[in-house]
């Protein structure tokens, strides 16, 4: 069965430094893969999606890479801020549209003023 | 606001009664889904609904049922039959690739 790894121990970062989260897939790629953050006691947020034929996306702070050879994504946060502090998941769609879509257990991302 | 409604945001229940979880969109999103949150481990699908009156079991279905008789709404009913319901419930709807999440429902069995 499809496996997603994400470090589940907590990454402690300086403000102002570069974050740099990993996901990790076994078995096949999937069509897209999606970043959301959380909150504590809230859902998800949905940040950013890579497309399989897509090396690399950004969104102001945000970048993530896709690497299907690798079979890893990594999440970078430049420029670091407090207010980044959260949880991280990364989740895989295979299929794209209206069907399940696969979420790993997050990443937990603490900005150190 | 468009968004997604989830009530109660907490919920007591003695064991061996069912009970129902509320989701609400406005967003005339297609597809809906249930999800259940434990401390360390990822989302886990409960089911989903593509369409108003089908739905498809997730990972995780057995003790629960769902049912989609509006494109509004998606109710979840935890029945007696679920071991472990004690947990962080998350509805999400979607109408391409990205999901909307509501504020989830924290499910607690004494």
């Known amino acids: 069965s499809q496996k997603i790894e994400q470090n589940s121990e907590a990454l402690n970062i300086q403000e102002g430094k570069t974050a740099t989260l990993t996901c990790n897939y076994t078995?096949?790629?999937?069509?897209?893969l999606q970043w959301y953050r959380q909150d504590p006691g809230r859902g998800p947020v949905f940040l950013l999606l890579?497309?399989?034929?897509?090396k690399e996306k950004r969104k102001e702070r945000l970048k993530v890479t896709f690497d299907t050879t690798l079979k890893q994504s990594l999440f970078h946060i430049t420029a670091s801020q407090p207010a980044d502090s959260a949880t991280y998941l990364c989740a895989l769609d295979f299929a794209g549209g209206y069907q399940k879509v696969t979420f790993g257990i997050g990443t937990k991302l603490q900005v150190i003023p | 606001d468009g968004g997604i409604t989830q009530s109660p945001k907490y919920l007591f229940r003695k064991e061996g009664q069912n009970v129902t979880l509320s989701c609400e969109q406005n967003?005339?999103?297609?597809?809906m889904y249930w999800y259940r949150q434990d401390p360390g481990q990822g989302l886990r699908l409960i089911y989903y609904?593509?369409?108003?009156?089908?739905?498809q079991k997730g990972d995780i279905a057995e003790g629960y049922s769902v049912s989609r008789e509006k494109k509004e709404s998606f109710p979840l009913t935890v029945t007696s039959a679920q071991k472990n319901p004690t947990a962080f419930y998350l509805c999400?709807?979607?109408?391409?690739?990205?999901?909307?999440f509501g504020p989830g429902t924290r499910l607690t069995v004494l």
């Open positions: 609904s593509q369409i108003v009156n089908d739905f």
């Open positions: 890579i497309r399989e034929n897509e």
């Open positions: 967003l005339n999103h297609d597809a």
């Open positions: 078995n096949y790629s999937p069509a897209y």
């Open positions: 999400a709807s979607s109408n391409n690739n990205e999901q909307f």
